[in-house]
Structures are given as C-alpha cells and as structure tokens.
C-alpha cells in the first residue's frame, strides 16, 4: 500500500511538470513566430502591393510593382536595404527563425534612358557590350590535366550564355582578353583584373588559381569539375558588372565571396541574371 502512494505521488508530480513544461512551450510562441514584408514605393506615383505576413519557418512569393510608376524609369524589382540585392518580382524567399520582424523591401527604379545605370548590386565597372570575347584559355603546364580544366571552363561560358541573361561569352583569337590557369599562393579561387575607363571594363584578365581550387575540393570531395566550373561562372559575373556579397541569400547567387561555397554553384543565379539585365537591355 506503501508503494502504491509513493507510485501515486510521483505520477501526481510528473503530470505537474509536464503541464507546466506545455504552458511554458506554448507560451513561449515557439512555432508562432510570424514575418510581416511590406513594400515602399521607392519614389514612385501609385498604390504599392499589400503586405505579407508569413508564419516561420515559412515562404513569401513576392509581389509584382502593380500600378507604381515612375516616369523616366522601368521597375527593376524589390531591394532589401541590408543586403544590397535587387530581388525580382515572382521570387520566391525562405524564412527561418523564431523571432517575430518587420521587413521593408523597396522598388528600385532603373533609368530608361540610353545609358546603363548601376544599382547596389553592381561593381564600378562592367565590360562594355554583352558579347563579350575572350582568347581561347591558357594552361599553365604546371598544372594537371588541362583538358579537364579546358572542359569545365568552357561549361562556365556556356552556363551564361545559356541562363537568359543577356550576355554571351565567345573565344575568339583576336580577342585581347584573357583567360588563365596557373598555381599561385593567393588563397582566392580567381580574380579579375583589367582595364577599367569609368564605369567600362575595356580590357580584363580572368585568373583561375589551381592551388586554391585543388585545395578546396580536397577538403570538400566534392568533383573538381564542378569547382572549376562554379569558379568560372563567378568570375565571369565579375566581368559582366556583378559584385560580391559576404552571403548566399536564399541560394539565389554565385557571387558569394570568402571562402568558396562547398557545394557549388554551376549557372548564374537568379539574383545574378537580373542585375545583368538591368545593365544590359539586349544581347
């Protein structure tokens, strides 16, 4: 009988501590965190989109600009001010977390006029027409197996060219660009460099760091050829007027800088084929 109310007892406290255990989940809005995302007009005439408010973890597809309208200028999408993106309407953003926040996402407006007009997502210099040529690449002969360097360089050409982006990038003999592969301590993956006049890149040299890459897919295992590939789109982002950022939002670019990303990206991005429409109209 003894044992009996101490089983009891027990059995009285446990259900104590689970109910309490419930109030404090609950009450702690665990699950019920929510994100409101609001669009300002970016100093345009008309009525801007309604609101959205989203359970987290959740999604939000946004808005198109409506009737906003801006003369002189074309919408060119949503800009978060804190990451210096240019998301374009229909994009589809994932939340995570468990705190409540407020966001503000603001229409950018682009110049209709003849000349390109650089956002926040854009470098000082871009190259100056949307066929852009370049030597055929160079091999250092240091380095290992060039066709399969040659081969996954090529499919970054093609990754643009194909993307619907309005560039394309040919070899052309004649050219004056350049293309390299060569071993170096650099701990970058590759960088530009060139010939800048204004806002114009007219000459540029693209360099593809063997040692890095190799590195890099030794301590990732991941396939080299896609490496080689994902550095190469990247760098040609930088050419066509695309800048770093210290983070991949949403998965939705291949211009995260630092140290490179350990599943990569093999094709522009959808943040990235919008900010080079917005400098190149037409291919």
């Known amino acids: 009988m003894k044992n009996k109310?101490?089983?009891?007892?027990?059995?009285?406290?446990?259900?104590?501590?689970?109910?309490?255990?419930?109030f404090q989940f609950i009450?702690?809005?665990?699950?019920g965190s929510t994100v409101t995302i609001t669009y300002l007009a970016g100093g345009a005439s008309g009525t801007v989109p309604a609101s959205h408010t989203v359970e987290t973890?959740?999604?939000?597809?946004?808005?198109?600009?409506?009737?906003l309208t801006r003369t002189g200028y074309r919408f060119g999408g949503w800009s978060?001010?804190?990451?210096?993106?240019?998301?374009?309407?229909?994009?589809?953003?994932?939340?995570?977390?468990?705190?409540?926040?407020?966001i503000e996402m603001t229409a950018v407006w682009v110049s209709t006029g003849a000349a390109a007009q650089p956002t926040m997502g854009h470098s000082r210099q871009w190259f100056p027409t949307?066929?852009?040529?370049?030597?055929?690449?160079?091999?250092?002969?240091?380095?290992?197996?060039?066709?399969?360097?040659?081969?996954?360089?090529?499919?970054?050409?093609?990754?643009?060219?194909?993307?619907?982006a309005n560039v394309s990038f040919i070899t052309n003999s004649t050219s004056n660009n350049n293309v390299n592969v060569l071993p170096s301590p650099d701990p970058r993956g590759g960088?530009?460099?060139?010939?800048?006049?204004?806002?114009?890149?007219?000459?540029f040299n693209i360099v593809l760091n063997s040692t890095t890459i190799i590195n890099h897919n030794t301590r990732h295992r991941t396939n080299l050829g896609d490496v080689i590939t994902y550095v190469?789109?990247?760098e040609l982002g930088h050419v066509v007027g695309l800048r770093d950022y210290p983070v991949n939002p949403h998965g939705l670019t291949t211009m995260m800088y630092g140290t490179m990303q350990s599943i990569p990206i093999l094709e522009p991005g959808q943040l990235d084929r919008h900010h080079v429409n917005i400098l190149y109209k037409t291919r």
């Open 5 to 22: 109310k101490q089983l009891q007892r027990i059995s009285t406290i446990l259900a104590a501590f689970i109910a309490l255990a419930m």
């Open 27 to 31: 009450g702690s809005g665990c699950g």
């Open 57 to 67: 973890p959740g999604s939000v597809t946004l808005r198109g600009h409506g009737n």
């Open 80 to 102: 978060r001010n804190t990451n210096n993106l240019i998301y374009p309407a229909g994009t589809t953003i994932n939340w995570s977390g468990t705190s409540s926040a407020s």
């Open 130 to 164: 949307a066929r852009v040529h370049m030597r055929p690449f160079v091999i250092d002969p240091r380095v290992a197996s060039s066709t399969l360097w040659q081969t996954n360089m090529q499919r970054g050409l093609d990754a643009w060219s194909s993307s619907g």
């Open 191 to 203: 960088w530009v460099t060139g010939q800048p006049s204004g806002s114009q890149l007219l000459q």
């Open 232 to 234: 190469m789109v990247h």
